[in-house]
């Protein structure tokens, strides 16, 4: 029988008249997602599913599961609103946020093509550019504590209120945006400004006719990757609210104003990028505000095509670096204040370096400070595939979807019970080449180590959990996840958390695997808060790392190890005797008592995309030692680290390091930005003076 429109329609009625029991049965259910396709949404027919969907995100989130999308087009005409609630927390009296208790949006990677949502033509509230309107938006609601530091009373349920700085875990991934429907011009694709944990990732955006692609960015400990946008004013359009911001694998095409518009309170970094815009405006417009800090912005491994004269507009003067972007089309690719930088003789102009300094930022190069930084040459056309290619996965990245995965339940593992799943994990990993941990948790008394070639999934970081055993008692230091110690490893690691029992004082996880590994979007926390007589000390790290690879939206509950972190060896991650490249996206150290929070030592080629610290208040830690290494280089730092005495950064005894973009939040004189120490060689860069860059 054909169905209609109007049964169509009646179906949609029935499905969402009441929220439906969730079978727990279903094959989706049992790994962790509620597909909205249980809630009523019908993929790939003309009705409406914006309430379908949204009962979908709501439920997902109270009860605990992703929501998913199976393969097809919805329809939606309303924004689809993914808040973050806080909570009362009673022994406390007052409410707090829970980063374990997440919106996660994802897609089937199951068909030929990502799942959809498309806006319906004229939907209502989408056609005002000087007010524009997300089809997605992801926030946390305010804790309301900003005057007492106690709040009593909940905080607002309204998106423009949103608090980014408490919005962490929450995850939109492998689901497109389609914006090209008539009438929709302040429409926008996706709004998500998040902190530790939260991540926009595998999403195309068409946004022809629309206001912009993306609104705001996640940032620290977690960030924005593979995304493209295809037409719109703007690709990305972000402000104050986007925290910290790193992307990589970044497709920005047919803008009509600009591609990039960042008007941010720090840096924003970005690795990997083809940028192709035929109108004749800048593609990246920076602004800033009153902190010397703010707009600050670093590019690496780039494409840029433009018709303009320029393609960089930093007229607003904001600390900028590029190292090996290519740009075409443009007589003058960069203007920085007054100055401006003249394209190279030919079609293509390759920048191997730029460095501008922003308000009272310093560069300095080879121990000698300068005024600007320029090496720029004629080039040939770049292989941009290959630049983004170098920083992100490829899109045959493991799937819980992929026809060859297996399930730890399949060989006798049982989560949320009182059972040793440890002989079960072992055997799925000597059995297949890509294990699935659907949502729960797996209690482990051994070191689960994941072979060369093998493939360890969860559904998602705050869902899926391996938990060391109370009953382990195993050497300080022992680490809870392992690889395989294999330089030709191309093991992966996803979606799953760590816990660990702090009178264990073990590692969440040690990388030992080859330069094509991954590890993406995994976080550690502990079972219960310790005693201080059980501090980590001597070589004792919550993340190690001695292999190579790329390691993504790396997370912790930083602020749970302050008490007990004053271990003179302990680091929240530690880099050492590694000596293939070895990439870091988002990472996030922050608040250890230990000095410093996090090294790199004896190491070789690491290369870290942004690093964003805390310290506690008036304590006297460095962020990062880069000791005995070669080749290292830290693409944007910035945060709140305050190490009264001590430098933000520490080089010793090393070569061939860089700096770029160092935009602590707040300069002072109480701290060093950078301090180096190789023999009787020392430079001291004072902390009142941001980086912008530090060869």
Not at 611 to 634: C, F, G, M, P, W
Request: charged share 25%.
């Amino acid at each position: 029988m054909m169905l209609t429109a109007a049964m169509l329609l009646q179906m949609h009625a029935v499905a969402l008249a009441a929220d439906p029991e969730i079978p727990p049965d279903h094959p989706d259910v049992i790994k962790g997602r509620l597909p909205v396709t249980l809630f009523g949404a019908v993929p790939d027919d003309d009705g409406d599913d914006t309430a379908a969907i949204q009962k979908a995100v709501d439920a997902a989130l109270s009860k605990g599961y992703v929501a998913f999308f199976p393969p097809g087009r919805y329809l939606v005409s309303d924004t689809i609103r993914a808040m973050q609630p806080v909570e009362l927390d009673r022994g406390k009296d007052r409410f707090r946020h829970d980063r374990n208790r997440a919106n996660a949006l994802v897609g089937s990677t199951a068909g030929d093509a990502r799942p959809r949502l498309v806006l319906a033509d004229n939907a209502v509230g989408f056609d005002n550019p000087d007010k524009p309107k997300p089809l997605v938006w992801i926030w946390a609601q305010p804790r309301n504590d900003k005057a007492s530091g106690v709040s009593r009373e909940l905080g607002s349920t309204d998106p423009d209120d949103e608090q980014s700085n408490i919005s962490m875990n929450q995850v939109f991934k492998g689901i497109d945006l389609d914006l090209r429907a008539s009438g929709n011009r302040g429409a926008v694709g996706i709004r998500h400004a998040g902190s530790q944990g939260s991540t926009l990732e595998d999403v195309d955006i068409y946004a022809q006719g629309a206001y912009a692609g993306i609104m705001n960015l996640p940032g620290q400990g977690g960030g924005a990757y593979r995304i493209g946008v295809h037409g719109g004013d703007y690709g990305i359009w972000a402000e104050h609210r986007t925290r910290f911001p790193v992307l990589a694998g970044i497709r920005l095409s047919g803008q009509k104003k600009s591609a990039l518009f960042w008007n941010g309170q720090s840096n924003m970094t970005i690795a990997g990028f083809v940028i192709d815009q035929p109108g004749g405006g800048p593609i990246v417009m920076l602004r800033g505000g009153r902190k010397s800090v703010a707009g600050a912005l670093t590019l690496v491994d780039g494409v840029i095509r433009v018709d303009g004269p320029i393609a960089i507009d930093n007229r607003a003067g904001r600390s900028l670096y590029l190292k090996d972007v290519w740009i075409k089309g443009a007589s003058a690719p960069i203007r920085s204040g007054s100055e401006r930088l003249e394209a190279a003789v030919g079609d293509w102009t390759h920048i191997g370096e730029y460095a501008h300094a922003g308000p009272d930022s310093k560069i300095i190069v080879d121990g000698a400070p300068v005024a600007t930084h320029a090496v720029v040459a004629a080039g040939s056309e770049p292989d941009g595939d290959a630049l983004i290619d170098r920083h992100v996965w490829g899109s045959g990245f493991p799937s819980m979807d992929d026809a060859d995965v297996v399930s730890v339940t399949d060989f006798g593992a049982k989560p949320d019970d009182a059972g040793d799943d440890t002989a079960a994990l072992e055997k799925a990993l000597a059995s297949a080449k890509k294990v699935f941990l659907p949502k729960g948790r797996y209690l482990v008394s051994d070191t689960i180590e994941i072979p060369a070639g093998k493939h360890l999934i969860g559904v998602a970081k705050h869902l899926s959990i391996i938990q060391a055993s109370g009953k382990w008692r195993p050497e300080p230091g022992t680490a809870v996840v392992s690889s395989t110690s294999d330089a030709a490893s191309d093991a992966t690691i996803s979606f799953l958390r760590i816990d660990i029992a702090p009178e264990q004082v073990q590692t969440a996880l040690a990388w030992r695997a080859g330069a094509g590994s991954v590890v993406r979007d995994i976080m550690m926390d502990l079972t219960s808060m310790p005693s201080a007589s059980r501090a980590p000390s001597r070589r004792l790290e919550t993340y190690r790392v001695t292999g190579a690879g790329r390691v993504y939206a790396m997370a912790a509950p930083w602020n749970k190890l302050s008490d007990v972190s004053d271990g003179t060896d302990y680091r929240h991650v530690r880099i050492r005797d590694n000596h293939a490249r070895l990439a870091f996206y988002g990472l996030n150290v922050e608040r250890s008592r230990s000095n410093p929070q996090c090294e790199v030592v004896n190491a070789k080629g690491v290369e870290l995309y942004y690093l964003k610290a805390e310290t506690l208040e008036n304590e006297h830690h460095s962020v990062i030692r880069i000791a005995d290494s070669q080749d290292v280089a830290i693409f944007g730092y910035s945060g709140i680290a305050t190490p009264v005495g001590e430098a933000l950064i520490e080089i010793v005894s090393s070569a061939d390091i860089v700096v770029a973009n160092a935009m602590q939040l707040r300069p002072s004189d109480r701290y060093r930005t950078i301090l180096e120490l190789d023999g009787d060689k020392r430079i001291d860069v004072n902390g009142k003076h941001p980086v912008t860059l530090f060869r």
